[in-house]
């Protein structure tokens, strides 16, 4: 057990997906794992594992920014020996091709500042997807017919930005979607040798002001999981 995490050693997966809202893992859990068992539940934070396919799984929330991601991320892989790690969430559509219920996964992450900052100092740290989960999960995407973007996006260390102009030079150079936690996910990865993705649904949409309504959210998400899930376990 950890600080954050109430598991014992042997109950949680190689291979965790990690939604920022608990209430969401739950549900995932409930509906693509098999006899899935709640293993954590310390501040509400909620964790499942179950099987898909045959295979072990745990579905852990993260909670919303970086700082919570990284407490999640760390101890999962230095504590729970983790290998594989996959972030099921929303995003905000940037780009006028990207719309509403699309699929982003993120090739790299841009951002201002993350929990792992400090330790590059002056270098610009550029973390990255692990090329085989980006490869698997777009190639089902693809299969699936599911509309799908692969490219840079942004991890926001604010929720609530009041910068238009960073939003705009955001656009012109090309990132796709903005988000809370990628980077330092991908960054962690990095660093401790293990394997990250970050798969996200368009939510809304920074241009247009669409937002996808409350009550279509879950069949949208479901596809989310569904490349996830491919992603860690292609077929063979």
């Known amino acids: 057990m950890t600080i954050h995490i109430g598991a014992k050693n042997d109950e949680i997966a190689e291979t965790v997906l990690l939604p920022g809202d608990p209430m969401r893992a739950k549900w995932a859990a409930e509906n693509f794992l098999t006899s899935p068992r709640l293993v954590n539940q310390v501040r509400g934070m909620f964790g499942y594992t179950g099987s898909f396919n045959g295979n072990r799984v745990t579905i852990q929330g993260s909670g919303m920014g970086m700082p919570s991601l990284s407490i999640y991320a760390n101890e999962l892989i230095r504590d729970y020996d983790v290998k594989t790690l ?7 559509g940037m780009q006028p091709n990207i719309n509403i219920r699309d699929i982003v996964i993120a090739q790299t992450t841009s951002y201002i500042s993350t929990p792992s900052s400090t330790i590059m100092k002056e270098v610009s740290f550029s ?110």
């Not at 996959?86 to 905000?92: A, K, L, M, V």
């Not at 942004?154 to 656009?171: A, C, G, H, I, K």
């Not at 949208?220 to 491919?230: E, N, P, R």
């Open 86 to 92: 996959i972030r099921i969430g929303s995003c905000g």
């Open 127 to 236: 973390p990255c997807a692990d090329f085989e989960l980006l490869h698997n999960a777009y190639n089902f995407a693809k299969s699936k017919g599911i509309k799908t973007h692969v490219g840079n996006i942004y991890s926001s260390d604010t929720f609530y930005d009041e910068r238009p102009d960073l939003n705009e030079q955001m656009v012109r150079h090309g990132i796709m979607a903005v988000e809370m936690e990628a980077a330092e996910l991908y960054t962690l990865a990095a660093r401790f040798n293990r394997k990250a993705l970050a798969i996200l649904t368009v939510s809304d949409h920074l241009q247009t002001g669409e937002a996808l309504p409350s009550d279509e959210r879950e069949k949208t998400f479901a596809q989310m999981i569904d490349v996830a899930l491919a992603a860690a376990f292609p077929a063979k």
